[in-house]
């Protein structure tokens, strides 16, 4: 939709456009290179809200966006489907990851031990002002470990299920074909569970934050506890059409297993792509919170589905800065009716009184 209303018709428009790129100026292989390589957090948000994992589309995409992120993950998302779908990858278990950093709030001491691995929780946040002042601010260099951590990591879940803390639900095993796919199929309530955790996956983390936070408040019936969280890269491995496994490389990843305090320790799942630790957290508990009996809103699949949806969500948003002329124009007509009928109403009351007082003189 466009402002086919607006003065200077197609022209205008064209204009508009070209300030916003004036702004930006000219995008080029080094302005991306620099993006990928100096905010690779963000690219990550982006690529894992996209559903697409790519960081150099990414870090394109959030060029062409001026820094805008939901513009950059419309970018990603309209480039996606114009892509053919290949294969299906094999599955991944938690052994498989490449773990960077693992921690439980729920143990101490875990099989495979506590990673803490690339993180700001235990440092001060103070602002480097002085590279304001051309003063260049560099790490302190990282020191190997004199014994480093293995590689992969067993999963907690199952030493927890072999001590009888937590249920053992079945692995079924699935045909990909049969696997449901958000990126081509629309939300029909009540979802599957791998509808929830796909849509959760490409969540908008600012509302799935909001919302999870809201549980853990005391809106909802979760108070989580972090049963164990991952930072690793995921093993891409293809099945080649004669038959041979092979590998194609490495994803990032963020997985979260919440767990509540309740009469039944419970879990709640949530992994995407990217590092993204606060909304694995916030989705897990959601996660959770949805299996569990309330009327928040945050507790309903359908409230928190669609509006952690970051592109219809901000294209719903900002649509309404385009033109509704007629619509409010006609609530307009309405309005200035209504009022002109009133006037009326009011004019013919004071009328009917006048005359009445009149002739109440004349009779006295």
Request: aromatic residues 8%; charged residues 25%; glycine residues 6%.
């Amino acid at each position: 939709m466009a402002y086919v209303a607006t003065r200077g018709g197609e022209h205008a428009i064209e204009q508009s456009e070209r300030l916003f790129r004036d702004d930006l100026g000219t995008i080029d292989l080094d302005r991306v290179t620099a993006i990928r390589s100096s905010l690779p957090y963000l690219i990550d948000r982006i690529m894992g809200e996209a559903s697409l994992y790519e960081p150099d589309l990414a870090a394109l995409a959030l060029a062409q966006a001026g820094g805008d992120q939901y513009e950059a993950v419309l970018l990603l998302r309209a480039y996606r489907t114009t892509q053919p779908r290949i294969g299906f990858a094999e599955p991944v278990t938690q052994p498989d990851l490449f773990t960077l950093r693992r921690i439980s709030a729920a143990f101490k001491d875990i099989p495979g031990g506590q990673i803490l691995g690339p993180t700001l929780d235990y440092s001060h946040r103070l602002l480097q002002v002085g590279v304001l002042k051309g003063k260049a601010f560099t790490p302190e260099p990282v020191v190997p470990a004199a014994e480093p951590a293995p590689a992969t990591q067993p999963s907690l879940t199952a030493w927890q299920k072999a001590q009888g803390l937590v249920k053992d639900h079945p692995i079924e095993e699935v045909v990909p074909d049969d696997i449901p796919d958000i990126t081509r199929q629309p939300l029909l309530f009540p979802v599957s569970r791998a509808h929830k955790l796909q849509s959760l996956a490409r969540a908008d983390t600012g509302g799935t934050l909001a919302l999870g936070y809201s549980t853990m408040r005391g809106y909802g019936p979760v108070h989580p506890t972090v049963n164990e969280l991952r930072l690793a890269e995921a093993p891409l491995r293809l099945r080649h059409p004669r038959g041979t496994i092979f590998s194609a490389g490495r994803v990032r990843v963020s997985q979260a297993e919440i767990i509540s305090k309740s009469k039944n320790l419970e879990l709640g799942f949530s992994a995407t792509f990217g590092w993204n630790e606060v909304k694995v957290i916030a989705a897990a508990s959601l996660d959770l919170a949805s299996s569990q009996p309330n009327t928040h809103p945050a507790v309903t699949e359908e409230f928190v589905l669609y509006h952690t949806e970051p592109v219809e969500g901000s294209g719903f948003c900002l649509h309404f800065k385009l033109p509704h002329y007629v619509t409010f124009q006609s609530t307009l007509d309405t309005y200035r009716r209504v009022r002109a009928d009133r006037e009326a109403e009011t004019s013919k009351v004071q009328t009917e009184e006048e005359m009445a007082s009149k002739e109440k003189e004349t009779a006295l």
